[in-house]
């Protein structure tokens, strides 16, 4: 089973639950209790793709135990300088990894938390989640091919460009050394 809790030096990121989704779907002053967290000014950032919140939970709650830390981990800033611990992004597997040992992430940083690094702390956490589970052979991403700051971030964390997708999306990939 995937750990549902990472560290990493200035985030902590969770695993959502089925708790954590009902919460922020349907009773969001809920959420940042469940959380023990601030809420950026907007949430959720802004994403490229559909929101898939609502899918996730319905495929949290189908695949029970086992589906766990295969979707969405939030990302919460460790409280400093005065700041409580907020919760500055989303990211995660697009699902459990494939016959072949292949997942795919995406992530998104909310826009005041942008320009400090936490994206590539938090797609490094999430490379290390990957690691963890053994089960992971090689990672996947797509942004947008307008979107060079989210390549930058894929760079800094070992993935190299490998195709522009037909619908004008690049495509990276990088390989996954088991955690031992």
């Given amino acids: 089973m995937i750990p549902l809790i990472a ?10 639950s089925r708790a954590l989704l009902t919460a922020e779907l349907h009773k969001p002053h809920y959420f940042p209790v469940l959380l023990g967290s601030a809420l950026p000014a907007v949430w959720p950032p802004v994403v490229t793709g559909p929101d898939s919140r609502p899918q996730q939970l319905a495929l949290l709650t189908e695949g029970g135990r086992t589906a766990a830390g295969w979707y969405s981990w939030y990302a919460l800033r460790k409280a400093h300088d005065g700041t409580p611990r907020t919760l500055i992004g989303v990211g995660g597997f697009l699902g459990p990894p494939d016959a072949a040992g292949t997942v795919e992430i995406d992530y998104s940083v909310a826009d005041e938390w942008r320009g400090q690094g936490l994206a590539t702390e938090l797609v490094a956490g999430l490379v ?24 930058q971030v894929l760079r800094r964390n070992g993935f190299a460009e490998t195709a522009t997708l037909p619908d004008g999306r690049l495509s990276f990939e990088r390989e996954v050394e088991p955690a031992g």
């Fill in 7 to 16: 560290q990493t030096s200035r985030l902590t990121l969770i695993a959502a």
């Fill in 128 to 151: 290390q989640q990957a690691a963890a589970t053994g089960m992971v052979r090689r990672l996947l991403a797509r942004p947008a091919a307008d979107n060079p700051g989210a390549q």
